[in-house]
């Protein structure tokens, strides 16, 4: 059978960066094919190649077995290919319908568009098993159901090849699930998907092929039921990697920060935190799970002195903190309390600084950095360099724009500005999010070797894998409040899950029995 | 789509793209000029020899870059930290109506080494009220910047004119003019300084507030890159999420940043009123606060980069007079619209000559030449 897609030679060249060098593959027809590489791989290059974006520098593509060039994403729509970005593209204010139509509207007025549309969707929902409400509000979605809306946009324009970015990012573990039963029926309907990530339970419960990129080459092609997550992840890092963190049992100390009653409520009147309480103990590591937006974000802004609770008390190293005596974040770090942003480039740094600049965010009237009111030049830039030393961040430049770093290293810059002080208290928001898997197993390591120290640390992450094989304690958050508490021995995902959907707590006669 | 858009390198940034924007201006002025029958070389000639031609032009060019550096520098300051104020033209003007006030009020006890730091403090200090306003208005009740200060220019200017015609006029005088400074009012003047020294010059308004500027220039560049204050400022300006997480408090820094740019604006009326006029008048600002803004775009908001704006509008000022005195067809206006293109080409269509010149680069660039981005650059999943 000929290959829905075969790419032979691809070399494409960012200056003096040589992206992808010489990669060819095929893509079979109405199955699933993964590409797994590191952040930096080339893996996103390539698709961007394949879907027209950028022009390969040499090489040959063909579709269905006919060399086609592609100039835009024009052409590539025109051969039926597809492409679901990471990022949404919708416009949160329009209805399904309106996204669907947008670019492909048929027509000077939108009447006749839309009804042809709305049957087009009917159509698809049914042979796709693709429901969604046509009349429904993106903004109003979850974002499960946004990614739906995507997919749709691409299979209304006709694709028959389907590429999806990195598609389980913003998505829980259920959805995820949800949306690889929707990749199967593609794949039953007959559709070609081509999946790219960097998680291997993915690559593992969704393709049927997967090729492994790494540093623009591809360097193993294997059939997914031939291969192993432990496989895929040294072919992806070069080295042998430890997947399942070792670390030994926790020595709890004294509570370093405890939170009573903490309760946020915004301009809209939209509680955010519903009577929040938990106690971070020295030498722990407590976990937070939840699904993204149930929370978490807030809970990291006030515990960190960012955003001042609308009720509740805090405690931070024996200062207490209400609404009579606030505490900033300066403060806070005058406390020994660090902060690892969830957002590193919105908040945990400035792409536009230098990395020696971005190393001492938030410690800039410190010394050795700042001495009689003057910032010391060669004193932030060695202190740089060390960082970066200790915590191998690649490239060693202290004068680089910070932007320039990949978001392991930029991630690792941040880490280490924060580990640096050597902080009583650490809260840390996503600490792997758009990290490859190499630099993951450093940042775990360090996070325990931290707490062995005699550190009190609090881990927010949405990847439940993380949560598991970090913390030492796990509550769960579910709409602003915690659901419940979870030693680390006795959770496992399924009981996680649900509990981040909602359910309560089994009761600790149940659990104990488990 | 095909040629991958690699940044340019520093050099590029600073010293190439400006020159090509002003060139660019050039060619667009050679084609006016042309059609309104005007020989091109022969009035560019006029123009630099206008600017920089004696030692009279070229005092008067410093002396006008005296202003563009103030005004310039008071938009860069507002500029990193992620504010744009339009306000340069008030805030020189209450600047300078602080300066006369304070040497009105004082002129006759103090004398002159006393006067002048306490004259240019108090046209720091209002300045600096002026441009607070709108910064309160902003940091605590969300009022745009933009919007307030450039309302706070008619402001300024309505109540100057109050207070010329009906507070501080001279008593007996037609014009509304404040009373002449005495003599320990008045800041000297280059071409006498010189003189004392023993190297004479041709007498112009430059005077000792150029001292002022270049001090100033050393003093923003200090504060923005070498202080942790200006560190939070240029955090603020960049990525205020990350300000905030560092524990700036942003309505206090957003005060800073205001008061610092009309303070430096307000030194405008310092050159103006205690160098040249030697009394409060009317109008002195000029069209300086507006210009500061070009200024600062042009030097890409760095102190080094202002002084040669400064320095090149202050030689179109200059030459520009001379010009349209020397060629008839040549008005005033045309020397205006001479200044707005290159403003225009420095400032609107700034970015306009990137594409080429990225183009030209990536032609002579050796295919082994030292990346400024490194690999990982090169995939943004």
């Known amino acids: ?514 | 789509m095909s040629a991958p858009r690699r940044p340019l390198p520093a050099w590029a940034e600073i010293a190439v793209l400006p020159v090509l924007n002003i060139a660019l201006a050039f060619v667009t002025v050679g084609i006016i000029v042309r059609i309104i029958g005007v020989d091109l070389f022969h009035a560019l000639r006029l123009l630099v020899v206008g600017a920089i031609g004696s030692s009279e032009s070229i005092g008067y060019t410093l002396y006008y870059a005296t202003n563009f550096t103030f005004t310039g520098l008071a938009v860069a300051v507002a500029f990193h930290a992620g504010l744009f104020n339009i306000g340069g033209e008030g805030q020189a003007y209450i600047g300078g109506l602080g300066c006369g006030l304070a040497i009105l009020a004082l002129d006759r006890f103090l004398p002159a080494w006393l006067m002048i730091p306490l004259a240019i403090v108090a046209a720091a200090l209002f300045g600096a009220a002026w441009a607070a306003v709108p910064a309160w208005l902003q940091a605590w009740r969300g009022s745009h910047i933009v919007i307030t200060t450039i309302m706070f220019n008619f402001v300024a200017s309505a109540l100057m004119v109050y207070l010329m015609v009906n507070v501080l006029i001279a008593p007996g005088s037609m014009t509304p003019q404040s009373r002449n400074f005495t003599a320990s009012g008045k800041l000297p003047s280059v071409h006498d300084v010189l003189a004392a020294v023993g190297i004479p010059v041709a007498p112009s308004a430059l005077n000792l507030s150029i001292v002022l500027a270049v001090v100033c220039c050393i003093a923003v560049w200090v504060f923005l890159w070498h202080t942790p204050w200006g560190y939070a400022l240029r955090t603020m300006g960049h990525n205020p999420e990350a300000a905030i997480y560092a524990g700036t408090n942003l309505k206090h820094m957003t005060m800073l940043a205001m008061c610092l740019s009309g303070a430096l604006a307000g030194f405008v009326g310092v050159n103006e009123l205690m160098g040249v006029h030697h009394r409060i008048v009317l109008d002195f600002p000029a069209g300086y606060g507006f210009a500061g803004i070009a200024v600062a775009l042009m030097g890409r908001s760095h102190p080094l980069g202002i002084v040669l704006a400064a320095l090149l509008f202050g030689a179109l000022q200059q030459g520009g007079a001379e010009l349209a005195f020397e060629i008839p067809t040549i008005t005033r206006e045309m020397v205006v619209v001479i200044q707005g293109l290159i403003i225009l080409f420095s400032g609107a269509l700034m970015h306009l000559p990137r594409p080429w010149l990225q183009w030209l680069m990536a032609l002579f660039a050796s295919p082994r030449s030292r990346g400024e981005v490194p690999a990982q650059r090169a995939e943004g999943s």
């Open chain 1, 1 to 514: 059978m000929t290959p829905a897609i075969e790419l032979s030679g691809i070399h494409k060249s960012f200056g003096s960066v040589h992206a992808v060098r010489g990669v060819s593959l095929r893509i079979d027809k109405g199955a699933i094919t993964g590409i797994v590489g590191e952040n930096g791989a080339g893996k996103s290059t390539l698709m961007s190649i394949l879907y027209g974006l950028y022009r390969a520098d040499s090489g040959e593509i063909r579709v269905d077995g006919r060399t086609v060039a592609m100039e835009s994403p024009h052409d590539a729509i025109a051969q039926g290919i597809g492409m679901v970005h990471q990022h949404f593209m919708l416009v949160d204010t329009f209805t399904v319908l309106e996204n669907l139509v947008l670019g492909a509207e048929g027509g000077p007025l939108l009447a006749g568009g839309l009804a042809a549309a709305r049957a087009e969707l009917a159509r698809l929902a049914r042979e796709y098993g693709l429901s969604v409400n046509p009349d429904a509000r993106v903004a109003d979605l979850s974002v499960g159901e946004q990614q739906r809306v995507e997919i749709l946009k691409v299979l209304f324009r006709g694709a028959r090849i389907l590429i999806l970015d990195e598609p389980s990012a913003v998505l829980t573990p259920q959805e995820t699930d949800q949306l690889f039963r929707i990749l199967a029926t593609l794949k039953e309907r007959g559709v070609t998907v081509v999946l790219i990530t960097h998680k291997l339970r993915e690559i593992m419960a969704a393709t049927d092929h997967v090729y492994v990129m790494r540093q623009g080459e591809i360097v193993a092609d294997r059939p997914t039921i031939d291969t192993s997550p432990e496989e895929l992840a040294e072919l992806m890092v070069g080295r042998k990697v430890l997947l399942q963190l070792d670390k030994s049992a926790s020595r709890p100390g004294e509570v370093l920060l405890r939170a009573e009653h903490l309760t946020l409520i915004d301009d809209r009147g939209v509680r955010l935190l519903d009577d929040v309480g938990l106690e971070l103990r020295a030498g722990e590591i407590v976990g937070i799970a939840g699904v993204s937006g149930n929370g978490q974000s807030e809970l990291l802004q006030i515990l960190s002195g960012i955003r001042a609770p609308t009720s509740g008390r805090l405690t931070v190293c024996g200062r207490a903190i209400d609404a009579s005596q606030p505490c900033d974040p300066a403060e806070m770090r005058n406390l020994r309390l660090a902060h690892v942003p969830e957002d590193r480039l919105r908040q945990g740094m400035v792409a536009a600084f230098q990395a020696a600049e971005t190393a001492i965010l938030g410690y800039q009237e410190k010394p050795p950095y700042c001495r009689h009111y003057l910032l010391d030049g060669p004193a932030v830039g060695a202190h740089c360099a060390t960082l970066m030393e200790r915590f191998d961040v690649r490239p060693r430049a202290p004068g680089l724009r910070s932007s320039s770093f990949s978001g392991g290293n930029q991630q690792k810059l941040v880490l280490a500005r924060e580990m640096a002080r050597e902080p009583r208290v650490l809260l840390v928001g996503q600490p792997t999010r758009g990290v490859d898997i190499g630099a993951i197993e450093f940042i775990h390591r360090e996070v325990v070797k931290s707490r062995d120290q005699g550190c009190a640390v609090l881990v927010v992450s949405v990847e439940l894998e993380e949560i598991l094989s970090l913390a030492d304690r796990i509550l769960v958050m579910f709409a602003g409040r915690i659901m419940g508490e979870v030693p680390a021995g006795r959770a496992d995902e399924r009981t996680l899950g649900l509990m981040m959907a909602g359910a309560q707590q089994p009761a600790p006669s149940e659990a104990e029995g488990l």
